[in-house]
């Protein structure tokens, strides 16, 4: 690392003996180089100069200030700039590349050298999807709270896409495929999918045995709250994974909405058990073609690329990890 930044003094620096520039060098004098890093790759991630000083809490000015300090110790034009949006030239995509290195091995390294008794400490912004929240983690909560008393959270429970790095969020827990390659993915486990309906509606319709019974079946429909699509009806046929289309005169998008729905009597709806392990137990909810589940769902906490784990987001991904094994997931066959 030492190498790396003695190899930035030996750079030829451009003339700065301008009135301007001499402004703008003196109101970056007190600003190390790791930080000047921190800023150009928030301003790569964000886009746009305000987004980025908004997410680290300073003047636009100063994040313009930065960012031509910067280019003038590189001796490169490290930015495309519009009026409406920032990207990156070459050399700045090679330069954010070996920043985000930089910046992770300087957390590193300052995390080996802190008194491990003090413990993890400040606020954890995490997202998660409204019912594992409100079901599984904001009762354990207490437990985790206790066990480190120097972390506060912030607790967003929603199921739609979030921008990590504008909502200034430092995970998020999903469930399918992570979509952003931007993030690292961090595997939890799979979600079983099994298929109900209401004692009411099966007394009404008869009880399907096969996915071939669909046909004469109602189901409530479901649209992703991102982008308003409607899925299939899905089940595994062995390894094969199998799709129909079903008919429904009820849409919702909210797993509240859809289990409800299902309640009242209006349709099938494939579901995560865990969602309606009580509905079962209460015989409000029946399984229903248990040998024709759809594959289990992913589970994954998401944070930043750029963003080395910080020692608090560490020890909650723990702490979330081994819950949610506990409480939710199912092994890779589907079946809890």
């Known amino acids: 690392m030492r190498a790396r930044a ?8 451009r003339n700065l003996d301008t009135p301007s520039s001499c402004a703008l060098t003196k109101a970056v004098a007190n600003v190390d180089r790791i930080d000047l890093f921190r800023v150009f790759a928030r301003v790569v991630e964000c886009t746009n100069f305000t987004r980025a000083a908004d997410t680290l ?3 636009r000015s100063s994040v313009s200030a930065a960012i031509q300090e910067l280019e003038g110790r590189i001796g490169a034009r490290l930015l495309h700039r519009t009026t409406r949006k920032v990207s990156p030239t070459q050399d700045g995509i090679a330069l954010y590349e070996r920043c985000l290195r930089l910046i992770a091995d300087v957390e590193e390294t300052e995390n080996l050298f802190r008194q491990t ?8 912004r995490v997202d998660v999807p409204g019912r594992i929240g409100r079901l599984i983690i904001a009762p354990a909560l207490p437990g985790f709270l206790a066990s480190y008393p120097k972390i506060d959270i912030a607790l967003g429970l929603t199921d739609r896409a979030i921008d990590l790095v504008e909502e200034r969020v ?17 595997p939890i486990g799979n979600l079983a ?5 209401s004692p009411l509606y099966l007394s009404r319709h008869g009880t399907p045995c096969t996915p071939g019974d669909m046909e004469t079946h109602q189901v409530v ?7 308003g699509r409607i899925g299939p009806w899905e089940w595994l046929d062995g390894e094969t994974a199998r799709t129909l289309t079903t008919q429904g005169r009820v849409t919702v998008n909210s797993a509240e909405a859809y289990i409800a729905c299902c309640l009242a009597g209006l349709g099938l709806i ?6 309606v392990q009580q509905h079962l137990r209460a015989g409000e909810l029946i399984e229903v073609m248990p040998a024709y589940r ?9 944070y930043p690329h750029r963003q080395h784990l910080s020692r608090r987001v560490q020890v909650f991904a723990d702490w979330l990890d081994a819950l949610l094994k506990e409480q939710l997931i199912c092994d890779l066959g589907g079946r809890e």
């Open 6 to 13: 003695e190899a930035m003094d030996c750079i030829p620096r």
């Open 57 to 59: 809490g300073l003047p």
């Open 117 to 124: 008794s003090v413990g993890p400490g400040g606020m954890l």
């Open 170 to 186: 430092d995970c998020v827990l999903r469930v399918g495929k992570p979509q952003d390659s931007g993030m690292i993915a961090r």
């Open 193 to 197: 999918l099994i298929n109900v309906a």
């Open 221 to 227: 429909q479901y649209a992703s709250p991102s982008n």
């Open 270 to 275: 494939q579901i995560p058990a865990y969602d």
């Open 294 to 302: 759809a594959a289990p769902m992913p589970m994954n906490l998401l």
